[in-house]
């Protein structure tokens, strides 16, 4: 953030890089701006299929947004919340100066070309489309934007191919941090968290179970391939409890094929809980585990697991 008025609060300013002093003098070089930026995706999908991306093949996000802007200055900020928009064409992203400078019309706001779609994972924005540039580093979903005025899980991020040795010091710790979680996770730790990372228990070839060391290695790779996601999800309580509502359908210790829409226990075809028809299954069932009523049936629920 460098500017007031003219640069948007959330966007870096390019090419800035810490003086260092020495007795002869030096020429300062300047950093070459890119022709072109590239946004990724920030958190890995599960893959539909073995050799399959990823990435979803088109991930949408909104053209739109109300973030918090710096209407003061650097040394005195006074930060509000201001409406940005992109529209093909336009060379400002602020809504109150498109409707200032242009009568915004329907065929303007639903123009093809306002879509801003990641293909596999990533968006490639041309130097030369600076509104883009400045609406998604302005963007809630934006991991490099600091300054959030809403609590919006990153999206995407800008990748910096300069890769500074600031970014090698830090993706190399957040690393660090995930392998040795991963390293010293317990079963009871690992094995929830590694069937939602999607690591196989089985052999495919065969259907033979894998052996705990053989899963580990599989669970330590994700570690290192994305430690991020990794890292998001490790010790997650919600996890753990769909993990265990798995088990328990799987094992027949509760059942929703009694009557539609309702959760019972197999052995005593006693009611549990009605459940929201419009959510997956386990989905619901864990909706329901959160609430204070949920938090007995949870309980009950690993005593019958031997949990």
Known sequence: MSKATS????????????SLSFK?????????????????????????YE????????????????????????????????????????PTIFVDEQEEKSNI??????????????DNGHLTVPAWNKPLYDFLMASNQCEQN???????????????????????????KRKDLAYDMARNASLDEMIPHAKFLG????????GEERDWDAVREDYKSKALENPENFLLFANNPRIKTIFLIEK?????????????????????????TPLDTSKNVKEAIADFATTEEGDSFLRTLKVQLSL
């Open 7 to 18: 640069e948007l609060a959330s966007t870096p300013t390019q090419g800035t890089q810490p």
């Open 24 to 48: 002869k003098a030096t020429t300062k070089k300047t950093k070459k701006k890119p022709d072109m930026y590239v946004f990724r995706l920030v958190y890995e999908h599960p893959k539909m």
């Open 51 to 90: 050799g399959s991306s990823i990435f979803p093949p088109r991930f949408t996000v909104t053209n739109q947004d109300n973030v918090l802007f710096n209407y003061g200055t650097e040394d005195e900020p006074d930060f509000r919340p201001r409406q940005i928009r992109y529209l093909d064409g336009f």
């Open 105 to 118: 019309t329907d065929s303007v706001t639903g123009n093809p070309k306002n879509v801003i779609s990641f």
């Open 146 to 172: 600091k300054n959030k005025l809403k609590q919006v899980k990153n999206t995407f991020r800008l990748l910096d191919f300069a890769n500074s040795d600031v970014d090698v010091v830090e993706i190399g």
């Open 199 to 206: 690591i196989s228990f089985v052999h495919a070839s065969t």
């Open 248 to 272: 328990a359908l799987e094992r027949g210790v509760i059942t929703t094929n009694l009557v539609k829409g309702q959760l019972h226990w197999l052995s005593s075809k006693q009611l549990i």
